[in-house]
């Protein structure tokens, strides 16, 4: 299994900035794609950013431009850089990664998830 830690979430004022880390137990280009999603109260889990083992990646509309997903293969860890921070950015974040198994085809694992708080 991919053994996800997430760390780097917390409170941040409106305009603010925060980077949230997650470091998988496994190689990164191993694992076809590796993704950050997010839940609010309430509300359905989405995807926010999502980067293939290609390094293709893709946004939600509402983050493009503001959010920008990266990594280190050398350190077996992929970011999210969040920038312009609105409140309603305000979910836990979760950290997913979705290798490739020949036994078993696509399998998704998940982080702990960690909060982020927006205020006004």
């Known amino acids: 299994q991919v053994e996800l830690v997430e760390s780097g979430g917390g409170l941040v004022q409106a305009g603010g900035s925060l980077r949230l880390s997650c470091a998988a137990s496994?190689?990164?280009?191993?694992?076809?794609?590796m993704a950050w999603y997010r839940q609010a109260p309430g509300k359905q889990r989405e995807l926010v950013a999502s980067?293939?083992?290609?390094?293709?990646?893709t946004y939600v509309d509402s983050v493009k431009g503001r959010f920008t997903i990266s990594r280190d293969t050398a350190k077996n860890t992929v970011y999210l850089q969040m920038n312009s921070l609105k409140p309603e950015d305000t979910a836990v974040y979760y950290c997913?990664?979705?290798?490739?198994?020949?036994?078993?085809?696509?399998?998704?694992?998940w982080g702990q998830g960690t909060q982020v708080t927006v205020s006004s």
């Open positions: 997913s990664a979705k290798p490739w198994l020949p036994s078993r085809g696509y399998v998704d694992y």
């Open positions: 496994r190689n990164i280009l191993s694992i076809s794609a």
């Open positions: 980067i293939t083992n290609g390094g293709t990646t």
